[in-house]
């Protein structure tokens, strides 16, 4: 997808990346994993509100948020076990679009049901901007923004359907993104509906 001119390049945008056949053993790979790290609800740093969006990681490192502050960590926050490693699948996907020599250490699953959202926020609790951001898509389509490096500034919205795929590197690594909202029932990938969002991130320095 080609995005107008006022934003930055290294915004990639690969619809249907993934068959539905792909989408089915990857949804079954993902169950089994989240039994060994079940998602958990974060909260927001101070005031201790609770995200939208439950989520869990897989990786050496993950992502948690709560009123400590943003973070990655090695451990589960609730059992204090590891986190599952990063399937074959997911790290095959980073090698064939990612750019980047160095592997991926985390990747945060976010669970959304049809009234979840997540507002414009910039990825840049990593040590490693020079490494891209890749998402996947999977099961309920959701209207995604895009913005600049500055907040406040001019935004377009696209549909991100189920086997989708972004990557937000070189200029556009610390473009604000977000999610508007979740069309619920626009796809039966996931047993219960919603929507699972699997982002591939790399955190210390290369």
Not at 93 to 109: F, K, N, S, T
Not at 138 to 159: E, I, W, Y
Request: include cysteine; glycine fraction near 12%.
């Amino acid at each position: 997808m080609q995005l107008n001119d006022s934003f930055p390049s290294g915004f990639q945008y690969l619809p249907g990346y993934f068959s539905a056949e792909q989408q089915k053993e990857m949804t079954g790979l993902l169950r089994g994993l989240v039994k060994a790290a079940p998602l958990f609800t974060p909260t927001m740093p101070r005031t201790g509100k609770p995200f939208s969006v439950r989520m869990t990681n897989l990786g050496t490192l993950g992502w948690v948020s709560d009123r400590a502050g943003y973070r990655y960590q090695p451990h589960h926050p609730q059992s204090g076990t590891p986190w599952p490693a990063i399937p074959d699948v997911l790290l095959d996907l980073w090698r064939h679009v990612g750019q980047c020599a160095a592997p991926p250490e985390a990747c945060l699953v976010n669970y959304y049901n049809s009234t979840a959202k997540m507002g414009m926020h910039q990825d840049r609790d990593e040590k490693a901007f020079e490494a891209p951001v890749i998402s996947v898509s999977l099961g309920d389509t959701a209207v995604f923004r895009l913005g600049g490096t500055k907040r406040g500034g001019p935004t377009q919205s696209m549909k991100l359907s189920s086997g989708d795929v972004i990557v937000l590197g070189g200029d556009a690594r610390l473009c604000y993104h977000g999610i508007d909202r979740i069309l619920g029932g626009s796809s039966s990938l996931l047993k219960d509906g919603g929507r699972l969002n699997l982002t591939l991130r790399r955190v210390s320095p290369l």
